[in-house]
């Protein structure tokens, strides 16, 4: 499976899922912490428009 980011905007909108990833599935064991470092977070246009652009090749 290919590794991607996903570009979660709006960091206080996103808090709980990602709060609950780290309760609930890492710490169950179910996902791994290096999991997360798929997600990022932003509140800065320009930051996740980079970050697509970026994994896309379109930089």
Do not use: C, N
């Not at 960091?11 to 912490?33: N, P, R």
């Not at 930051?47 to 652009?53: G, I, T």
Request: hydrophobic share 40%; net charge negative.
């Amino acid at each position: 499976m290919t590794r991607f980011p996903i570009v979660l905007f709006g960091t206080s909108y996103w808090k709980g899922l990602i709060d609950w990833v780290e309760s609930t599935l890492i710490g169950t064991g179910k996902a791994h912490q290096r999991d997360l470092e798929l997600f990022h977070l932003t509140d800065d246009v320009d930051e996740a428009v980079s970050l697509v652009s970026k994994e896309s090749g379109q930089v």
